[in-house]
Nanobody, 119 residues
Framework: QVQLVESGGGLVQAGGSLRLSCVASGSIFSINAMGWYRQAPGKQREFVAHITSGSITNYADFVKGRFTISRDNAKNTVYLQMNSLKPEDTAVYYC?????????????WGQGTQVTVSS
C-alpha cells in the first residue's frame, strides 16, 4: 500500500510564504517524477511544478520566480517552497508521484492540503 501525505498548508497573508511537504511511504521500490498540482473552487486541477529523479524541474508560468520545488530522495519527500503568495494561489494543493511499488509502476496522489491566501 502506497501513501502520499501532504502537510504544510494553512492560512497566510498575501506576500507571505508557505512550505509544503509530501512524503511517500509504503512498499516503494523507486520514485521517478514527483510534482504538485492545485485545484481552486470551481476550477479544474492544474499543474504547478514537477521534478524528476535527477532533479530537473519544470514550473507553470504563473509560479515561476515565486515557487521552488525540491526533493529528498533518501526521504521519499518532495517540497514546494511558495513565496510572494497571492490570493489567486488559494487552492487545495495535491502531491503526485510516478513510482514503482509492489503492484508495479503507477501514478499516485495525496489527499491534498489547503492553502488560503488572504488579501
Amino acid at each position: 500500500q502506497v501513501q502520499l501525505v501532504e502537510s504544510g498548508g494553512g492560512l497566510v497573508q498575501a506576500g507571505g510564504s508557505l512550505r509544503l511537504s509530501c512524503v511517500a511511504s509504503g512498499s516503494i521500490f523507486s520514485i521517478n517524477a514527483m510534482g504538485w498540482y492545485r485545484q481552486a473552487p470551481g476550477k479544474q486541477r492544474e499543474f504547478v511544478a514537477h521534478i524528476t529523479s535527477g532533479s530537473i524541474t519544470n514550473y507553470a508560468d504563473f509560479v515561476k520566480g515565486r515557487f521552488t520545488i525540491s526533493r529528498d530522495n533518501a526521504k521519499n519527500t518532495v517540497y514546494l517552497q511558495m513565496n510572494s503568495l497571492k490570493p489567486e494561489d488559494t487552492a487545495v494543493y495535491y502531491c503526485n508521484a510516478d513510482l514503482a511499488a509492489v503492484a508495479g509502476w503507477g501514478d499516485y496522489w495525496g489527499q491534498g492540503t489547503q492553502v488560503t491566501v488572504s488579501s
